[in-house]
């Protein structure tokens, strides 16, 4: 099974902050990666699919990058509706999600 | 409406058994592989498994192999989990959800259900 590694678990910052989380595939993964977002008691939603790529409805300040075993989601101004936990996820086998980083609002 | 519907879920002891259903409609549900996803209190996601947009071929996370069958009517537009033998570790919102591309199970999990709670206890 391939794990993913997400870090920092948790982080706080302000908003307008630029925050960056990664994620860390033990074996290669291609762009297989994909980032959500899920707010307390809500539903997990789709951020960015194919490493890159950005869902359609999404705030352009969510970036996503890399390939193979090393993945990056930038969030570039914090928004205070950005708190919540952000999950990796790979899809090249079968599917399995990071830990999970929660990003707090100072 | 495109929307997932869960229900089934409730309170079992060690040992039983319960079975999720997830409604699907708004969207062409034959076409795309359908996954099972939980999530334990103050936990994270984890995928337990999912089936084929024809149902020919489902795959299972180690956590729940032999215990849970995963099951689809394409007439009926539903998704079903059998869960026998079921734990205590077994407690969690149980989520149906949709790739974001028809016909592969590599697509990112673009819809979701609310979700269904099952506790074991």
């Known amino acids: 099974d391939i794990e993913m590694t997400q870090s920092p678990s948790s982080l706080s910052a302000s908003v307008g902050d630029r925050v960056t989380i990664t994620c860390r595939a033990s074996?290669?993964?291609?762009?297989?990666l994909n980032w959500y977002r899920q707010k307390p008691g809500r539903v997990p939603e789709l951020l960015i699919y194919?490493?890159?790529s950005l869902r359609s409805g999404v705030p352009s300040r969510f970036r996503g990058s890399g390939s193979g075993t090393d993945f990056t989601l930038t969030i570039n101004s914090l928004h205070a509706e950005d708190s919540a936990t952000y999950y990796c996820?790979?899809?090249?086998?079968?599917?399995?999600f990071g830990g999970g980083t929660t990003v707090e609002i100072k | 409406q495109v929307q997932l519907v869960e229900s089934g879920g409730g309170l079992v002891k060690p040992g039983g058994s319960l079975r999720l259903s997830c409604a699907a409609s708004?969207?062409?549900?034959?076409?795309?592989?359908m996954s099972w996803i939980r999530q334990a209190p103050g936990k994270g996601l984890e995928w337990i498994s999912y089936?084929?947009?024809?149902?020919?071929?489902?795959n299972y996370a180690d956590s729940v192999r032999g215990r849970f069958t995963i099951s689809r009517d394409n007439a009926k537009n539903s998704l079903d989990l059998q869960m026998n033998s079921l734990r205590a570790e077994d407690t969690a919102l149980y989520y149906c959800?949709?790739?974001?591309?028809?016909?592969?199970?590599?697509?990112?999990?673009?819809?979701w259900g609310q979700g269904t709670m099952v506790i074991v206890s």
């Open positions: 959800a949709r790739p974001h591309m028809s016909g592969t199970r590599r697509g990112a999990f673009d819809l």
């Open positions: 708004g969207f062409s549900f034959r076409d795309y592989y």
């Open positions: 089936i084929s947009d024809s149902g020919s071929t489902k």
């Open positions: 074996q290669n993964i291609n762009s297989y």
């Open positions: 194919a490493a890159s």
């Open positions: 996820q790979q899809t090249y086998t079968n599917p399995r």
